[in-house]
């Protein structure tokens, strides 16, 4: 008796010279619908499913393969001597191969404009069925869903080799591709903000040379459909592939240049901040950031939310620098940067910045998922709570303040103007520690006279505002919320500096 393969695909790509090899190989090949006629237009012998059956396809084709006379050829235990009695008594051929691939439900969600009935209509039901089926039965059968393994199982075939081994391979494929599909489609259907089931799924985008370290071993994933406004649909134009730490490190940057409408520069290191400039140019914007940090940007990561220009360009090129992303390069400010041939140049399409989504944390034995950060205080949210009232340009220097802090490392504390990040106090074990090195990396720049301190939490004790006051500084803003809160506002009140409230607070773990 001759091998049965069932072949039932969305994706056409292949399954003629497919079928063809098989038959070939002495397979009776059985078809339904589009692929049975693709392959009959293609004079390959094919057989429908509904003479297999004995059914007709119905429901506009939502019920083909969804019968016994399939699912008990794919599933009866060929070693088992009660089923395949079984399958003789009511006259059922085993399956050997199933080639499915599914309905293009991801395709179909992306589409402008779909409607919710259009997407429903693409959730398969009849492929993942035969798929599971054949997975679970690998030991038997044969089960393919990815176009890259119809020529390897023929070569495989050929040279005797397409064993069990080979099978629960294909097999454990199938149930990572059922099992994406169906969290897809979770995705679409569900409506609750943090629902009893977290079903994520992501695709392999390539294995990693190391991960954060050279002994730990790495691969990048991404969202199926991820957001316009993503490193999964940057464009790297020119260097090597980035390295775990730098895809970290650049997901940070871009988080932090969302923030700024303005011609803005953010420079980067190990996931902090080391300079931050917006100007009214993105070369000015490039010279606040630098001057920010000179030393720290060495070998750092630089976004900027304007397309390059040569002469910003040629300033960045005087550094060492590990990535530049940028909305686009013009073409003599790329031909500068490429004369490095390590340097990774990305783009990223910046009309579409959007920064609200959720993410996900892993800790032993599970995961933390929650949303994005993506609160912004502006002079409006405050509350100034010190005698001294703040002026416009200390309010304004606040404000920027705020939408810096909140991107460093908690304890976090930064020094700022109102278009310039002059000193970065991040990741330390208590906040005064914190102050004492914004402050420090701050004093001896240019603007310090009209600076201000920022602080992503509330001061536990008022040594903060003290040391602040002490050391130049004439305008604070934090959360507030301590239990010791009027410590630190008599402190400004005895320092004459103004202290602003803002009731949110910027933890950054």
Known sequence: MAKLALLSVSDKT???????????????????????????????????????????????????????????????????????????????????????????????????????????????????????????????VTVITDQADYASFIEKFDNGTADEAYRRELSAKVFRQTAAYDALIASYMTTEEFPEKLTLTYEKVEDMRYGENSHQKAAYYKEPIPDTYSLA????????????????????????????????????????????????????????????????I??????????????????????????????AFDDDAYAVLAKKKNLRLLTLDFGKVKVDHKDTVTVLGGALYQEADTAHETISDFKVVSETQPTEAQLAALEFGQT????????????????????????????????????????????????????????????????????????VVEPGGSIKDQQSIDKANEYGIALVFTGVRHFKH
């Open 404 to 475: 810096v802090v909140k991107h460093v490392k908690s304890n976090a504390i930064v020094v700022t103007t109102d278009h310039q990040t002059l000193g970065v106090g991040a990741g330390q074990m208590n906040r005064i520690d914190s102050v004492k090195i914004a402050i420090d990396k701050a004093k001896d720049k240019p603007g310090f006279a009209d600076a201000i301190v920022a602080s992503d939490a509330f001061f536990p004790m008022d040594d903060c505002v003290e040391f602040a006051a002490q050391n130049g500084i004439k305008a």
């Open 14 to 140: 292949g399954i003629v010279e497919f079928a063809s090899q098989l038959t070939d190989r002495g397979f009776k090949v059985i078809s339904t619908g589009g692929t049975l006629k693709t392959l009959l237009d293609a004079g390959v012998a094919a057989t429908a499913v509904e003479d297999v059956t004995g059914f007709p396809e119905m429901l506009d084709g939502r019920v083909k393969t969804l019968h016994p006379r399939i699912h008990a050829g794919i599933l009866a235990k060929r070693d088992d001597p009660e089923h395949m009695a079984k399958l003789a008594e009511h006259h059922i051929d085993p399956i050997d191969v199933i080639c499915v691939n599914l309905y293009p439900f991801k395709e179909t969600i992306q589409k402008d404009g779909v409607t919710d009935a259009e997407a429903i209509e693409q959730i398969d039901i009849g492929g993942p069925s035969m798929l599971r089926a054949a997975a679970k039965n690998f030991r038997d």
């Open 233 to 296: 649909n940057a464009t790297q134009l020119h260097g090597k592939a980035l390295s775990y730490n730098n895809l970290r490190d650049a997901d940070a940057a871009l988080r932090m240049i969302a923030d700024f409408d303005k011609p803005a520069v953010v420079a980067l290191k190990h996931m902090n901040p080391c300079g931050i400039g917006v100007s009214d140019s993105l070369l000015s914007a490039w010279n606040l950031a630098y001057e920010s940090d000179p030393i720290s």
């Open 298 to 327: 060495f070998g750092g990561i630089i976004a900027l939310n304007r397309k390059v220009d040569l002469a910003t360009a040629e300033k960045m090129h005087a550094l060492f620098l590990e990535i530049i992303i940028a909305p």
